[in-house]
């Protein structure tokens, strides 16, 4: 009868462990997807210009996260009006920060010639800040407010009421000073 108390509690032990280590394995497969209303995972990253970037570093400023890559046209296509909005909002606190993706450090250093990129870049050709926000497709953008939460999310170029539009059409250049 002890026998039979031991063997049922190694077998309901065994049981716990293995739902256990079940809903670890189901965890750790799922993807980490940041959206609206989340809060933005933190990084540590150094800058072209050689600041380094923190969460913390933009206290009390507003962040657009852009992720993106020299071989994708539609970056292409959004970087003469980031470094414009860049431009318009940096005094009022916003600050624009570039996450290229390109493995080839070259095709990265011939797009902040091409294009005279003034906002803030750095390159993640592992693509370890793309995995802590869960963005496997560029461009991507995250508008994260003074208080470290994901605003907006964009998958491709900025999108109002459907339509495709760059950094400084008038209803985006609306809504980002209506956050400063």
């Known amino acids: 009868m002890k026998q039979n108390k031991i063997d049922l509690a190694i077998k309901a032990a065994t ?3 293995l ?3 079940a809903f670890v394995i189901v965890y750790s497969v799922q993807d980490h997807v940041v959206g609206v ?3 933005a995972p933190g990084f540590r990253v150094k800058t072209e210009n050689g600041a380094l970037m923190t969460p913390t570093s933009f206290g009390g400023k507003v962040l657009i996260l852009n992720f993106w890559a020299s071989w994708c ?4 296509q959004e970087i003469p009006s980031l470094n414009q909005i860049q431009k318009m909002f940096a005094s009022q606190g916003l600050v624009v920060l570039g996450v290229n993706v390109d493995s080839k450090e070259e095709l990265y250093r011939n797009m902040l010639q091409r294009f ?3 906002f803030q870049t750095v390159r993640d050709p592992q693509e370890n800040i793309n995995y802590r926000y869960g963005t496997y497709k560029v461009p991507e953008s995250y508008i994260i407010d003074r208080n470290g939460k ?3 999310k964009y998958a491709g170029l900025p999108d109002v009421n459907g339509e495709w539009k760059v950094w400084t059409d008038p209803q985006i250049v609306s809504y980002v000073r ?3």
Not at 73 to 76: G, H, I, L, R, S
């Open 116 to 118: 005279q990129v003034t």
């Open 19 to 21: 739902v256990a280590l």
């Open 73 to 76: 046209a539609p970056c292409v």
């Open 15 to 17: 049981g716990v462990l």
């Open 37 to 39: 209303g989340d809060s």
């Open 150 to 152: 994901v605003l907006q």
């Open 178 to 180: 209506s956050l400063l």
